[in-house]
């Protein structure tokens, strides 16, 4: 099914959009595929085309979301975010299914969601502020989280954003982690520009180390915070309990290095429930831990050592030491890889090496390594666009990656660069890995009776079975992820797939596959 991989860039930095808006930056920490397109969040930390590190123009240099509408367009700026947001910390799609006051909305509101703080030195005033986009007019609504006093950086860093319903009170929340402050909420308000009214005081709070992951799993929220896992417990008043604590491996925690990153939920090998995957990097020693926590039955969980990063860098880069590895930047990434079948996670990482002869950029490797994680949990490393030429521009840290939302292109698209703290002017970057996809109608059967249709389908796709079996079945893109599942058991399943982009999919039933392909 698949022939061939290809590596290419999409995006560099230093040039100028359609609209001769500046596209700058020293790293891509987000890619998002929305609607159709897909989305980057750009920060320019140790950029010198922003003004704290010697620019002169203070209408540039600032945090962007920007866009890309088809993989032969230009970038273009979606979003420019100013006032002294140097970073946009956070981009992510999250889905309303209720109001502000607990009821059903009549459609699900999927919406492109940026956050970030803004520093100013004037009133020593720090705004956290989160950004909607109008996916009808391309603009963006604002709404403040909360306003505080300096110092800024970990205290108002705002690193993920998750939805959750409270499992008491029936009430949809959108919980932010706001650097060392807390855990903020918001809930849905359709009539106001930013769409979230925000609660201004922390549901928990402060934490002595800023959170770096929120996440739904087993029916609760949990969120990370240095060495702990807290879990919260719903009502009218909330409280949260530690579920885990990896303070017994006896390092201390570097709060700009974190502790516990890029909490993840997967499905349990071991049951039936959900598990974690995390990446432990206490300090500047971290060696890029990576664990996995099952549920232990009695509220708490067990763990399991997977992998250590230094060890697969040291076999990849032949002669090489990794001291320090740094990675998880975000939640590790799931996918069906197109050539294997199996399910994959991506996860980024940097890493401080010596000896080999490997080109090294202050210290880190220069090239773009990412760690493969398969469905048995073993590792591998690939580099993005090969291995890395001594005069080539550094890549140094995949921190982000996703499916191609395009029509017919079979991709994943990956980002990154870490500063460090160096000076790091125009350092962003893009690539993709392009597959080359045969056609698939020879995998097409119908051996047990399954009739699909309409084909081609817009909004809603049928599935009949004369098998009284109960089958489940999933909705695979060109790429391999799986984008939509259920199950069928003798009789006529609707699946609606109108959130679904325009393309080629394939539907598997036990055994067998089908492609349709969906419309607008």
Not at 152 to 159: H, L
């Given at each position: ?117 803004s520093p100013n030195y004037i009133t020593s005033i720090v705004t956290v502020t989160s950004f909607v986009r109008n996916d009808v007019n391309g603009t963006w609504g604002e709404s403040q989280i909360v306003q505080g006093s300096f110092p800024a ?199 401080n090496i010596s000896g080999g002869g490997h080109p090294i950029w202050n210290g880190y490797y220069k090239g773009g390594l990412f760690a493969k994680r398969d469905s048995n949990g073993q590792y591998s490393i690939e580099e993005i666009n090969g ?134």
């Amino acid at each position: 099914m698949v022939n061939a991989q290809s590596w290419s860039k999409s995006f560099t930095a230093g040039g100028y959009d359609s609209n001769n808006k500046f596209l700058g930056g020293s790293e891509v920490l987000q890619l998002v595929n929305h609607k159709s397109m897909l989305f980057a969040s750009v920060g320019y930390w140790e950029d010198e085309n922003n003004i704290w590190y010697g620019g002169s123009n203070n209408n540039i240099g600032w945090g962007q979301i920007n866009r890309l509408d088809n993989p032969s367009a230009i970038w273009q700026e979606d979003l420019f975010m100013g006032a002294n947001h140097l970073r946009p910390e956070i981009l992510k799609q999250i889905i309303f299914t209720k109001d502000q006051f607990g009821n059903l909305l009549t459609f699900p509101d999927t919406v492109l969601i940026a956050a970030g703080y803004s520093p100013n030195y004037i009133t020593s005033i720090v705004t956290v502020t989160s950004f909607v986009r109008n996916d009808v007019n391309g603009t963006w609504g604002e709404s403040q989280i909360v306003q505080g006093s300096f110092p800024a950086g970990e205290n108002y860093s705002i690193r993920d954003i998750e939805i959750y319903v409270d499992q008491q009170t029936g009430l949809e929340y959108v919980f932010a982690t706001v650097g060392t402050q807390g855990i903020y909420k918001g809930k849905y308000n359709p009539a106001a520009p930013g769409k979230i009214d925000w609660i201004s005081t922390a549901e928990f709070g402060p934490l002595s180390i800023r959170p770096l992951g929120i996440e739904v799993a087993n029916g609760a929220l949990h969120f990370s915070s240095g060495s702990k896992l807290y879990r919260r417990i719903d009502g009218v008043s909330p409280s949260y309990v530690i579920d885990h604590d990896f303070s017994d491996l006896g390092a201390t925690i570097n709060s700009a290095v974190g502790g516990i990153r890029g909490l993840t939920k997967i499905d349990n090998p071991s049951g039936v429930d959900d598990a974690f995957l995390l990446m432990w990097c206490p300090d500047g020693q971290s060696q890029g831990t990576i664990y996995r926590l099952e549920p232990d039955g009695a509220g708490g969980f067990n763990r399991i050592y997977e992998t250590k990063l230094s060890l697969l860098i040291a076999s990849f880069l032949v002669g090489s030491n990794a001291s320090y590895v740094l990675g998880a930047y975000n939640e590790f990434y799931e996918y069906i890889d197109p050539i294997s079948n199996d399910t994959i996670h991506l996860i980024g990482f940097e890493a401080n090496i010596s000896g080999g002869g490997h080109p090294i950029w202050n210290g880190y490797y220069k090239g773009g390594l990412f760690a493969k994680r398969d469905s048995n949990g073993q590792y591998s490393i690939e580099e993005i666009n090969g291995t890395i030429g001594a005069n080539d521009t550094a890549l140094v840290a995949n921190r982000c990656y996703v499916a191609s939302p395009f029509p017919g292109e079979s991709a994943v698209y990956f980002g990154g660069f870490d500063p460090n703290s160096n000076s790091s002017t125009n350092m962003a970057w893009v690539y993709k890995k392009d597959y080359q996809v045969n056609a698939i109608d020879d995998i097409t059967r119908h051996e047990n009776n399954f009739v699909v249709y309409p084909n081609p389908a817009s909004n809603q796709l049928f599935i009949e079975s004369e098998n009284l079996e109960d089958y489940e079945f999933n909705i695979i893109n060109l790429l391999g992820k799986k984008v939509a599942s259920g199950r069928i058991n003798g009789q006529t399943e609707t699946v609606d797939i109108s959130s679904l982009p325009p393309n080629v999919y394939i539907l598997r039933i036990a055994n067998e596959a089908v492609k349709f392909v969906k419309t607008n």
